[in-house]
């Protein structure tokens, strides 16, 4: 019984961590940009930024993750 307890809370949490990367994600464009210190230039990009989003046309979802402050 035990293994498949094991299993079960594996799964649960792999699913939590692929909930989460999904929840807050940028896009392509807008990782590179960031790698590089930059912000990504593309309209639709910053249009979504200024929501405090990511960029759903270039693969991003959610909410842009912000440093607490
Ligand atoms: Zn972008
Ligand atoms: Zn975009």
New binding site residues.
Partial sequence: MKSITTFIAASLFAAGVAFAAAESKP?K??AAAAKDGKK?E????VE?AAKGDN?T??G?AGKIAKPAK
């Fill in positions: 896009g464009c807008c990504c593309h309209k639709c990009c979504a960029c046309k270039c991003g």
